[in-house]
Every structure is written in C-alpha cells, then in structure tokens.
C-alpha cells in the first residue's frame, strides 16, 4: 500500500510537471489502496509539482538570459503579453475552471500559466483543488459504475 501511495504521489507530481497525461490514472492505485488515500496523495503530488514550476518560472523569467531573449524573439514576446493579460484578467479561478475539465492534460496551460504569472502559492492551490474535485468525480463515477455492473 506504501509503495502504491509513493507512486501515486510521483505520478501527480509528474503530471504536473513533465507527463502530459490525465491525472484520473493515478485512481489506479486504488486497487491496492483506499480510494480517498489515493485521491490525497496524488492531489498533493499535484501542488507539489505545480509549485515547483510555478516557483521556478519566477525563478526564471528574472534571469537576464531569459529577457534577453524574450526581447530578441517576437514570440515569445507576444505570448507573455497575451498570458499576462489572461492572468491579470482571469487569475487563479480561471485555471481552477480549465483544470475541471475530465481528461485534460494540464501540462502546458501549467507552464504557459506559471510564466505568465507570479503568484505561485494561488495558481498551487488552484490545481491541486481541481486535481481533487476531478479525481473525487472519477473516484465516485467508477465506484458507482462497478456496484452497478455487480450481480
């Protein structure tokens, strides 16, 4: 059960981080333990991982490298401006509405949102409470699916 929790927990931070795929796989874990420790620890494997990019992003965009860069290259010029209007605009409740959709790889709005944006702790929290209302859904839908399908 340990061991199925760690992985969990790896496998949230990786979707968070490097895996482009839906975090709802990580309720595979549940055959070896309880669904609602499952739904925990990959919720925060979750907000590890996007604090992680969040807080490097921030890191990052002060290097000197980076801006010069980002003034020599028209797009990555024009795409910080568009996301930090969407940011400025919308914030943390609109990627908390993006995340809920079941299935979505988040692993690109997560980087182009942490670039864009500099407040770590809230776009943290956003995903990690989305990551834990699709994965209660999902939870819910196959356990209501399989005392269904049983004889």
């Known amino acids: 059960m340990a061991l199925a929790l760690?992985?969990?927990f790896l496998y949230g931070a990786g979707t968070a981080v490097v895996l482009p795929t839906p975090l709802e796989a990580a309720l595979a874990a549940a055959r070896f333990a309880p669904g609602w420790a499952v739904i925990?620890?990959?919720?925060?494997?979750?907000?590890?991982?996007?604090?992680?990019?969040?807080?490097?992003?921030?890191?990052?965009?002060?290097?000197?490298?980076?801006?010069?860069?980002?003034a020599r290259n028209r797009y990555a010029r024009w795409l910080m401006e568009v996301g930090g209007k969407w940011v400025d605009r919308y914030g943390a409740p609109a990627l908390f509405l993006l995340l809920l959709i079941p299935?979505?790889?988040?692993?690109?709005?997560m980087y182009l949102l942490a670039v864009a944006g500099g407040r770590p702790l809230a776009f943290s929290l956003a995903t990690a409470t989305a990551a834990a209302v699709r994965l209660t859904l999902a939870y819910l839908g196959i356990w209501g699916l399989s005392r269904h399908l049983r004889p």
């Open 103 to 109: 299935g979505f790889p988040d692993t690109g709005a």
């Open 40 to 70: 925990l620890v990959a919720t925060l494997g979750k907000f590890a991982g996007a604090y992680a990019i969040f807080y490097l992003a921030v890191r990052l965009k002060r290097l000197s490298r980076v801006r010069a860069w980002q």
């Open 6 to 8: 760690f992985l969990t």
